[in-house]
């Protein structure tokens, strides 16, 4: 890891990050951010490489800054805070040892994956900030669904309450796991980012602890019971992406082709 490299959600939204209005808009000359949807299912090795090479890009001043969805084939992937016994089933899908920050998380095809490239630079050098508007911007898509997505100080993510799963404890609602987030940032540009599940088949869980979280489930929109698509939830995640960080320009994409 490079000493200009920070990881987060090690560094955690504080409470004081978790309250009111979080925005990181550029300044009003500042080009709109590329928005790329991949299509079918991108290797992931290719993804961080791709990353890598658009972040320092970004960081030189060459390349605008991006979001970019994708999808990924079945893989389990290991931030740096990731520990051996957190991975149940070590031959089940390949894993991939990663630099985001974070524990084991799933990836694979019907989750949305949002890989976002900003340079921190140009909006806000606050890491706990950042991933507390990363979170706000999950909760604010969500919501446009009609799901209410929570915080939790001591758990990154965003989560929903199940009161229709058994009790934690005699008062206590079930929640599940609905979007993770991992990021890291090199020169303050970041990249890696968030992830929802739209419709992964939550089976594959059962091979990590995802994010290092026992007691806790996972779960998607549909696993919800709302019949939305991939499509649906790309249009307002963009929505959203705008009402926090600034205006987007959509780049039709061409695979892993990203990096300038």
Same mark, same amino acid.
């Given at each position: ?26 300044? $009003?000359?500042? +080009? +709109? ?16 490489? *791709? ?22 084939? $079945? ?12 991975? #149940?089933?070590? /031959? ?12 084991? /998380? ?9 890989? &976002? ?9 606050? &890491?706990? *900030? ?16 009609? &799901? ?19 009790? #934690?404890? $005699? ?28 419709? $992964? ?8 602890? +995802? ?21 649906? &939830? ?9 009402? /926090?960080?600034? +205006? ?13």
């Amino acid at each position: 890891m490079s000493r200009n490299d920070v990881v987060a959600p090690e560094v955690r939204p504080s409470r004081d990050d978790l309250g009111g209005a979080i925005e990181f808009f550029a300044s $009003p000359d500042a +080009p +709109p951010v590329e928005w790329r949807i991949a299509e079918g299912l991108v290797d992931y090795e290719s993804a961080v490489a *791709a990353m890598e090479a658009r972040a320092a890009a970004i960081a030189e001043g060459r390349a605008a800054e991006l979001v970019w969805l994708v999808e990924h084939p $079945p893989l389990y992937t290991a931030g740096t805070s990731a520990r051996p016994e957190d991975l #149940l089933e070590a /031959t089940r899908f390949p894993v991939h040892a990663t630099g985001r920050g974070g524990e084991y /998380t799933y990836h694979g095809p019907g989750q949305r994956v949002a890989y &976002v490239m900003l340079d921190l630079g140009r909006r806000r050098r606050d &890491v706990r *900030a950042f991933v507390a508007a990363l979170e706000a911007w999950i909760i604010a898509t969500l919501a446009a669904h009609g &799901v209410v997505g929570e915080r939790r100080e001591d758990r990154v993510g965003v989560w929903v309450r199940r009161p229709d799963k058994p009790e #934690l404890a $005699p008062g206590v609602v079930a929640e599940d796991k609905i979007a993770a987030i991992g990021i890291r940032l090199r020169k303050w540009v970041s990249f890696h980012g968030i992830a929802l599940n739209v419709e $992964p088949d939550l089976g594959h869980y059962a091979g990590i602890v +995802p994010c290092g979280i026992r007691g806790h489930g996972v779960t998607s929109l549909v696993d919800l019971g709302l019949p939305v698509t991939m499509t649906d &939830v790309d249009v307002v995640l963009r929505q959203c992406f705008e009402e /926090t960080f600034g +205006p987007t320009v959509g780049i039709a994409d061409s695979g892993s082709g990203v990096a300038g």
